[in-house]
């Protein structure tokens, strides 16, 4: 018997234009909780692919208890007690919970669904591993956190041993990420083996027992994680040590670039307004921060910036002249460039190629035009000068379908076009969401220099390491209100976590410090 | 009170073939397969069962087994159908083409066929099939006697009805046991959401989308029999756009079976009143304006149209529908 419930040996895969795994080799050991770590594109998500039986390797082994098993599709992985909980939920909405478990291996009886069954199972390990998941709500009606949760209960109700997370906590809020590290020291504990993909360091510290660390589709290493510490792991994934505190110069701050004067913007969740009456400046060469738990007006506030929305009422000028009512081309003419929140539904056409995503803000410029006719050689060079200036990867350079490229290299493409139009204002949502840290070194870098070069930034962020780290000022929002301001050389996590929650406010009007 | 038997037996003749083509694109578009062939498959199922009535008859044999020639050409009517949707199943699915388009195929191709099939069996220029006329089931067959003036109740039952009808209540209630308590219903529902997850849970879309897809042909021919039968006049190549009426009453119907069934007797009630709108006391006549008995003939496709306006945004389609589903793309 061997000591390792799973052996990937000596794994290849390769895509058209990349080596997406190159002999790799990952054993996993009963009851562990194993990290795999490494960049956006270094090959995690292709392995666990493997592993799982959506992708098939051209080399290499899988061992099952130190057989010899053959994985070709999701079925066999299944029957050999593998799950996984995939990055982007593989839930159908308007199904229930409890549809969305059985899915697939439903208790029937003369192929008729026993729904009774089912859900007392459910329940039962709902209550078992303290998920407290409703089996009869339905999928749309429930947070990303509850949705997880119910992928985890779908791995449960298989009875499966070997449990894959794929990025589990990049769409959760902190309060989720908490509770998702307590289930998976709960599922531990009942004796599970859990591979957990990621690229945040302090979870794998936090949670994991050992570490493999892939890089560019090469297997760096295994580790023990009480023998190691951030600064090595960050090391072993980038390749070279990483400036994890975001360095950047005093503020010296110019006029003011974006006013926004008593901005009100309805909600299409309630009949409430979602932003109320809300007043504040972002001046030349600062970093404004505005931090608050997701839901609470940031989105609203952002598309009556950005012309997304109408605003009810309110003002908002970028350097004194009045935007209010012009169209979004307008306004990123006059200088304002948007990092977007869901950079699939609003920053990139997912089916055009790279280079037509860069030029989607510009095409229209004389330069990339011809009788009227769209000049491609202007389009495809403009396209490899930004490839190459922002070190945009991607398998077949300019001509690469956005959707293949992975989750970075897509943020990169948006920042590359976003400042590459010389913006007055940079406003950035959650923009290092779902990337790793050397992804996130970049853009933080990016945003530092637009402010060093004297334009406004606007940061909407849920993180409070990065409200901290990067920003000059911060305001907090809650509930549509702006409920405090802060320097954040002088306030702490934890004072901006209770603002956050709405346990403190102290009213800001007019904003200006 | 005997015009009000009438209507509401003409409604339900009517509403039938809506009903069984509607159902039929709700299986398709479940699965995620757009299915706007349903007008050409009526044509091909139409034309074989009205084919296969005409042969009975003509050797003699059809008249005194008139429901079992009735059954047959029911099953004739759907297995034509059947195999001809399945060429939608191979474009749209196994190749990937576009369905919209696909299914455009299908329907120019059915009419010009069924009209070179009907010459070649009768003759030149013989466009119409007559179907014969022992098919509808009477008083008789249940051991009752055909009376002179018959009540409201007889009226109402008796006047129109054929075998599709009972067969089309039948599959209602299947369709709704089935899409919602089994497990191939639940599975059918799922390809048609999220194919992505069906897959990742070991579920066959590119097999599921095909049993979508062949009972939707299926149902469809079956529907073009029993259009061919409200019509009355027997079958003429043609099923005077009741494939894309079927589809609005599907949209209108939210692709639920029973909702589908209110639908098809709502847009059946609006032909019958335009086709009885002379012997409906209360309507007004528009007698100054020329044509005006065309007026209530419009009624249908206008309320149709005017329907979608108002509850197409509002419904709710199946989330991955028209999208082909190809393993590979993330």
């Known amino acids: ?513 | 009170m005997i015009i009000l038997a009438d209507i509401i037996s003409a409604t339900i003749i009517f509403a039938i073939p809506l009903l069984l083509v509607a159902l039929g694109g709700m299986y398709s578009e479940r699965s995620g397969t757009i299915n706007i062939a349903l007008e050409g498959i009526m044509i091909i199922g139409a034309l074989f069962s009205s084919l296969f009535l005409n042969y009975a008859e003509k050797s003699g044999w059809g008249a005194s087994h008139a429901q079992l020639a009735m059954l047959l050409a029911i099953l004739v009517g759907g297995v034509t159908g059947l195999i001809y949707s399945l060429l939608l199943a191979l474009a749209s699915v196994s190749l990937k083409a576009d369905q919209t388009i696909g299914g455009t195929a299908l329907n120019l191709f059915a009419p010009a066929f069924a009209i070179v099939l009907s010459w070649a069996v009768q003759g030149q220029g013989q466009t119409t099939i007559y179907i014969p006329t022992w098919i509808k089931i009477t008083q008789a067959n249940f051991g009752l006697t055909i009376s002179e003036n018959p009540g409201f109740w007889e009226a109402m039952i008796f006047k129109n009805l054929y075998l599709t009808t009972p067969v089309a209540i039948v599959i209602l209630a299947l369709t709704i046991f089935l899409i919602y308590q089994t497990r191939f219903g639940l599975r059918l529902r799922a390809c048609g959401e999220h194919p992505q997850a069906a897959d990742s849970v070991g579920i066959n879309v590119y097999k599921l989308r095909y049993i979508g897809v062949a009972i939707s042909g299926f149902l469809a021919g079956i529907g073009g029999l029993a259009f061919t039968i409200a019509a009355g006049s027997g079958f003429q190549s043609t099923v005077a756009g009741y494939g894309f009426f079927a589809l609005a009453v599907m949209i209108f119907g939210n692709w639920n079976p029973i909702r589908i069934f209110g639908a098809a007797l709502f847009f059946a009630l609006f032909k019958v009143i335009g086709s009885y709108s002379g012997s409906i006391p209360f309507l007004p006549s528009f007698s100054g304006i020329k044509y005006s008995q065309y007026l209530y003939q419009m009624l249908p496709y206008i309320v149709t149209m005017i329907i979608l306006v108002f509850t197409s945004k509002k419904s709710r389609a199946p989330k991955a529908e028209g999208i082909p589903y190809d393993k590979g793309s993330r």
């Open chain 1, 1 to 513: 018997m061997s000591d390792f419930i799973i052996e990937m040996l000596q794994i290849t895969k390769e895509f058209p234009g990349i080596k997406a795994n190159d002999n790799i080799t990952l054993q996993l050991k009963k009851g562990e909780v194993h990290a795999l770590l490494g960049e956006n594109g270094a090959g995690k998500s292709t392995l666990m692919s493997i592993l799982f039986g959506l992708y098939q390797a051209e080399h290499g082994e899988i061992h099952k208890n130190g057989q010899k098993v053959l994985i070709n599709n999701p079925n066999d992985a299944n029957a050999l007690n593998i799950g996984m909980v995939h990055q982007h939920f593989k839930l159908v909405e308007v199904f229930s919970v409890l549809e969305n478990i059985i899915l697939g291996v439903e208790p029937t009886k003369y192929s008729v669904l026993k729904r009774n069954e089912a859900r007392q199972k459910i329940v039962q390990l709902s209550q078992q591993y303290k998920l407290s998941v409703e089996p009869d709500a339905l999928i749309e009606d429930i947070s990303v956190g509850m949705q997880q949760r119910v992928e985890i209960l779908k791995m449960l109700y298989r009875d499966n041993e070997i449990l894959i997370f794929d990025e589990p906590t990049a769409v959760l809020t902190p309060q989720e990420i908490k509770e998702l590290m307590a289930i998976i020291r709960g599922l531990k504990a009942e004796g599970k083996s859990i591979l957990f993909i990621t690229h945040k360091l302090n979870e794998i510290m936090e949670v994991a027992d050992r570490c493999t660390v892939l890089r560019k589709g090469q297997c760096i290493g295994t580790v023990d994680i009480d023998q190691t510490s951030v600064e090595e792991l960050s090391r072993m994934m980038v390749g070279r040590p990483v400036q994890l505190i975001v360095d950047k110069a005093d503020l010296i701050p110019g006029e003011i670039v974006l006013a926004v004067e008593h901005l009100t913007v309805a909600s299409k969740l309630h009949k409430n307004n979602a932003v109320k009456d809300v007043s504040f400046n972002v001046r030349a060469g600062e970093i404004v921060c505005l931090a608050g738990i997701e839901g609470n007006g940031q989105s609203e506030l952002i598309y009556a910036l950005t012309g997304i929305e109408k605003p009810v009422s309110g003002r908002l000028t970028l350097k004194g002249h009045d935007l209010t009512k012009s169209s979004i081309r307008d306004r990123s003419k006059a200088g304002i460039s948007h990092i977007p929140e869901d950079r699939h539904k609003f920053g990139l056409v997912l089916d055009y190629s790279l280079a037509e995503n860069l030029v989607l803000q510009r095409y229209w410029e004389p330069r990339f035009h011809q009788n009227g006719l769209i000049n491609r050689e202007a389009v495809n060079q403009y396209a490899d000068n930004l490839i190459s200036k922002y070190d945009i990867r991607s398998g077949q350079g300019a001509q690469t379908i956005v959707r293949s490229m992975s989750g970075g290299n897509q943020q990169k493409a948006i920042v590359a076009r976003e400042i590459d139009k010389n913006p007055e204002l940079l406003i950035a949502i959650q923009p290092t969401r779902g990337l790793d840290i050397g992804a996130i070194e970049y853009i933080h870098t990016q945003l530092v220099a637009q402010r060093d070069s004297g334009k406004g930034v606007l940061l909407v962020s849920l993180e409070l390491d990065e409200v901290m780290n990067v920003s000059d000022r911060i305001l907090v929002i809650y509930e549509g209100n702006i409920v405090g301001e802060f320097d954040p050389k002088e306030t702490t996590v934890e004072q901006l976590g209770l603002y956050m929650a709405g346990a403190r406010r102290n009213d800001v009007k007019g904003g200006q410090v």
